[in-house]
Each structure stands twice: as structure tokens, then as C-alpha cells.
């Protein structure tokens, strides 16, 4: 673990030295009075703004830690898609350095640079735009089981309360979730982002309090909720909030079983395996709807095994911007979206809020809505 920080550190350092010596060299061609000193400050700040926010969030004001927040996320935004940027110009130079003997890099291509720098903008500008624009998802799920009535169920995943996602948009968040009319609502995981205190000195469980669901509001958690560090706090300020939380739990709500199963970077951080599946389904009776709700989409096939009938999850934020969202596709069976194989059915939300920079792309901000119909072929 320790190894994989300093690697981290490391690759995170180079990189930021190679943007920032590059950006200079391009930025002195057209600004020759810029001074290195204050260029290498700033470059320096930003680089660091995100973690020395995290580190001094108790001693700042609410103001100056979002604006921390905000310029450290954007910056890691902007330094993503301009390393980008960067090695597919140095590949086309690489190219054609080896094509065409004794080639040089025209001074017009300071220029180019300018155009590029100025595509990254706006593509950091559509994707807080689309992080922002809402929508729901809706499903339908036809089932053999025994269920009365139909059941409207509201998921939410990845909200990531925070410095950065507050409550207005928590505000947003709940009159949305009350105007579906919700039977059930479930928070699939990292409701939180990363510090239980802040959600506590926000007072966001009182906006959370607000949400009217006929048979209540149940969670699960992630492995954000895991980084708090603090999970006795978590149970007890989502119990303030009227959230039960189901860890590894069973909870029947109106002939319904909903599981809600601790998460897989338990074991990480408390040493804990979490309990299988299949004993969990034990304790259920087999001819009622059984809903598993799960952080991460993983062991789908254990899971289908089981005799779940609906399965849960969020995490993978579809990758929340390009291209990230193709490495996801290939790290799980189903990053997104729904997965029927016969009578089981996977759900996976890309998530209401975001990690890190406030952007999506190619990505969309969701609630799900998943309307669970009784299959009228089966007497």
C-alpha cells in the first residue's frame, strides 16, 4: 500500500513538472516578460490545492475551502486532457521526425497550442454544464414473484456530499426524488465523499430528512463512507436523517426483501470480509422479490447464483469523463446501464454527483427510477 503512494506521488510529480515546463516553454514563446518564479508558485499551488484542502479543511472557512476544492478539481481536469494532448502531438512529431529527414517543429505550432488550451476549456465548461443537467433514468422490471402492487423504486448512487457537491444541489437531489412518488428509496453507496463531519456540520442530513418515500429511505455503503475513516459516525448521522443503513443486513418492506450488502473495500480499511451472498439470501424467503443492493458491480454471476432477483450498484461514475468511460467498460461485466439474464436483472447507475472535478462527459448525471411490475402471464 505504501509502495503503490509513493508510485503515485512520483508519476503524479513528473507529471505535473513535465505540464508545467511544457506550458511554460509554449506560454513564454507568446508572453515573454512572464516570470518563472510566479509562474512555478502558481503551477505549484494548483498541483497541491487538492490535497492541501483536505488536510486544512478544519481551519478554513466554508468559502475558501470550496474554492480550494473547485480549483484544485479543475486544475486535475485541465492537466488530464492537456498530458493528453501532449503525447498525441508528440507522437505526430515522433512520426514525423522519422518521414520526412531533418524536420523541425514550426514556431506557428505555439499557436496550435493556443487552440488546443482553448478546446480543453470548453470542454471542462460542457462537462460542468452536463454534471449539473439531471435526468432520470427509468427501468421497468417484470417479475414472477410475489409482489402485491407495483413498486416504484427510486435509486440514487454517488452523490458525494462534500465541499463540492452541497446543498443546493443536495436541495435539488430530494425535491426530484419526492416528485417520483417513490414506494422505496435506496442510496446504492458514497452518499458521502470523503468526510463524515462535514456532512454532520452541513446539517445535510436535515435536507435528507425531507424525502418522502411511502415505505422508507434505505443505504448501503461505499467505499467513500469506508475513506471517512469514521463509520460509527456514518450509522449514526444517517440514522439522524431517517436513512437505515443495511450493512450485510436484511430488511422485508411490504413483502419485499431488500439486502443491502457491506461494501468490498471493507476488508481494505477494517480487516473485515463481508458476509457471502448466498447466507445472506438464506435468511429470505424464496418467494418474495429480492432486491440486492450492492456499491460495486462485481461477482454478477454469484450474485445471480444466489437467487437475486434485482440486483443494485453505482461506483463506476460510467468513467464520468471521456475516455475514462471506455477503461470502466473493460474493468467491469457492466459498467452501466441494465443487464437482464433470465430472470435476474442488473441495474447500474452512473451516479448523481461527481469525484474529483465537477465535470461529466459522455456521462450522464442520474436518478433511477425502476418500476417493478408483477410478470400478468404468471397466474
Known amino acids: 500500500m505504501v509502495f503503490l503512494i509513493l508510485i503515485t506521488i512520483l508519476v503524479y510529480g513528473l507529471g505535473n513538472y513535465y505540464f508545467g515546463l511544457r506550458m511554460f516553454n509554449n506560454i513564454k514563446r507568446i508572453m515573454p516578460f512572464i516570470s518563472a518564479k510566479l509562474y512555478w508558485v502558481v503551477i505549484i499551488f494548483l498541483s497541491l490545492s487538492f490535497i492541501i484542502e483536505r488536510f486544512l479543511r478544519k481551519y478554513l472557512s466554508k468559502n475558501l475551502n470550496y474554492i480550494i476544492s473547485i480549483l484544485g478539481s479543475y486544475y486535475i481536469a485541465i492537466l488530464f486532457y492537456v498530458m493528453i494532448a501532449f503525447f498525441l502531438v508528440d507522437i505526430i512529431r515522433f512520426g514525423l521526425r522519422i518521414l520526412i529527414k531533418g524536420y523541425k517543429t514550426p514556431q506557428f505550432l505555439a499557436y496550435a497550442n493556443i487552440f488546443v488550451a482553448s478546446l480543453i476549456i470548453i470542454l471542462v465548461v460542457v462537462g460542468t454544464i452536463n454534471a449539473l443537467r439531471t435526468k432520470i433514468t427509468e427501468y421497468e422490471v417484470t417479475t414472477n414473484k410475489n409482489i402485491v402492487n407495483d413498486i416504484n423504486i427510486v435509486m440514487v448512487s ?86 437505515e443503513l443495511l ?68 461506483h463506476t461514475h460510467k468513467g464520468q469523463f471521456f475516455p475514462i ?19 435476474f436483472t442488473l441495474i447500474v447507475s452512473s451516479g448523481y454527483g461527481t469525484w474529483g472535478p465537477p465535470i461529466r462527459l459522455a456521462t450522464p ?12 402471464n404468471i397466474n
Do not use: W
Open 365 to 376: 448525471s442520474e436518478i433511477v427510477k425502476i418500476k417493478v411490475k408483477k410478470d400478468r
Open 325 to 343: 468511460n471506455y477503461i470502466t467498460g473493460k474493468m467491469y461485466d457492466i459498467d452501466y446501464g441494465k443487464l437482464q439474464e433470465d430472470n
Open 158 to 243: 454517488d452523490v458525494h456530499l462534500g465541499t463540492i457537491i452541497t446543498n443546493g444541489r443536495l436541495s435539488k437531489l430530494v425535491d426530484t426524488i419526492n416528485s417520483q412518488s417513490p414506494d422505496i428509496v435506496i442510496f446504492a453507496g458514497d452518499l458521502i465523499d470523503d468526510d463524515i463531519d462535514i456532512f454532520e456540520n452541513r446539517n445535510y442530513g436535515e435536507t435528507l430528512k425531507q424525502i418522502k418515500s411511502k415505505y422508507g429511505v434505505y443505504a448501503v455503503l461505499g467505499n467513500h463512507e469506508y475513506i471517512s475513516r469514521n463509520i460509527e459516525k456514518v450509522k449514526r448521522c444517517y440514522n439522524k436523517a431517517n436513512i
Open 247 to 314: 450493512i450485510d443486513d436484511v430488511k422485508k418492506v411490504d413483502g419485499v426483501f431488500i439486502i443491502g450488502r457491506d461494501d468490498l473495500s471493507s476488508s481494505r480499511f477494517y480487516g473485515k470480509d463481508r458476509m457471502d451472498i448466498r447466507e445472506l439470501v438464506s435468511k429470505v424467503e424464496k418467494d418474495k422479490l429480492i432486491i440486492s443492493v450492492d456499491h460495486q458491480p462485481k461477482n454478477i454471476k454469484e450474485v445471480k447464483d444466489s437467487g437475486v432477483d434485482i440486483a443494485l450498484s453505482g
